[in-house]
């Protein structure tokens, strides 16, 4: 059993540092909302920081999942930042999804300092962080991740590292430009069914024993027919990460011609106040 920090407790954060505390480990929680890290420390036993400092002081593993770029930095730099307050051989552990150039610039200045870096983005939402069975994907050197691993491994269904340190967000790309591609042709396909009379859950039932089946269909196709939205990963952070992919992709030369169409389709969601919708609800933009 280890001393873990947690820095960030929303939808993904607080049930993850709770499996953590239910594992036996030594959990000491932060949230830029003191309720949120109150309401956790009442319901699961831990400590309670003022502080991403304090909260990360005398940790052998600080894990943080938080917004975007900007937050990763804020909740790491600075007089009561993560990094302040970690010792020579913590590791820190990133389960925020964010570019891979903050990734490296992190991690150069955790290993300037005496300290590990493992970027370690997440995949299987809302669900997935309650239930424990999410998928990580991991960069950052093969010790740093053989000590983090057994204490990731709360909350996870695989962990795997995949190469140095941003290897991990890369993944997680991937990981968004399947999830894109797949969700829009999954409503059309329910739209399409639609249109064309058909019970879409007997539909379902059909194929998804066969080749067109995915995740997204066996989940979400009867919420998405009912009309409901509000199961998890919300479509302003898919734009967020979207927007990471395309600009990596520019970066590297890759195309990513269907993503860049789809990111523009949630934008329409957006417009039609679904924001906080899940990205199932790419499916409100067709006509059924």
């Excluded at 002081?57 to 009561?80: I, P, Q």
């Excluded at 490296?104 to 997440?122: H, K, Q």
């Amino acid at each position: 059993m280890a001393k873990v920090a947690f820095l960030g407790l929303g939808v993904m954060g607080y049930p993850m540092a709770g499996h953590l505390a239910a594992q036996g480990h030594e959990v000491t929680v932060w949230n830029r909302t003191g309720a949120k890290a109150a309401s956790w420390g009442a319901k699961f036993g831990g400590h309670v920081a003022l502080t991403a400092k304090e909260a990360a002081s005398g940790a052998e593993f600080v894990m943080a999942c938080v917004g975007n770029d900007e937050d990763l930095r804020e909740v790491c730099l600075g007089e009561e930042g993560a990094f302040a307050g970690m010792g020579k051989g913590a590791i820190f552990v990133d389960h925020t999804t964010v570019s891979a150039k903050v990734t490296r610039e992190l991690a150069e200045i955790a290993a300037a300092r005496g300290f590990g870096y493992v970027d370690a983005p997440v995949s299987g939402g809302q669900a997935g962080a309650e239930n424990g069975v999410l998928s990580v994907m991991c960069g950052g050197s093969q010790a740093d991740y053989d000590r983090a691993a057994p204490v990731i491994d709360a909350y996870s269904r695989i962990c795997r590292r995949i190469g140095d340190a941003g290897a991990g967000q890369l993944a997680k790309m991937v990981n968004q430009i399947c999830i894109a591609g797949l969700m829009q042709g999954l409503s059309e396909a329910l739209a399409f069914g639609s249109k064309a009379g058909l019970d879409g859950k007997a539909v379902v039932e059909v194929i998804s024993q066969g080749a067109a089946s995915s995740w997204q269909m066996v989940n979400r196709h009867q919420t998405m027919l009912e009309d409901r939205f509000d199961f998890g990963f919300a479509v302003d952070w898919m734009r967020k990460d979207l927007n990471i992919c395309l600009e990596t992709a520019e970066e590297i030369g890759a195309s990513l011609p269907v993503t860049a169409l789809v990111d523009q389709f949630y934008k329409d969601v957006q417009l039609m106040g679904g924001g906080r919708n899940d990205t199932s609800s790419l499916i409100r933009r067709l006509p059924r």
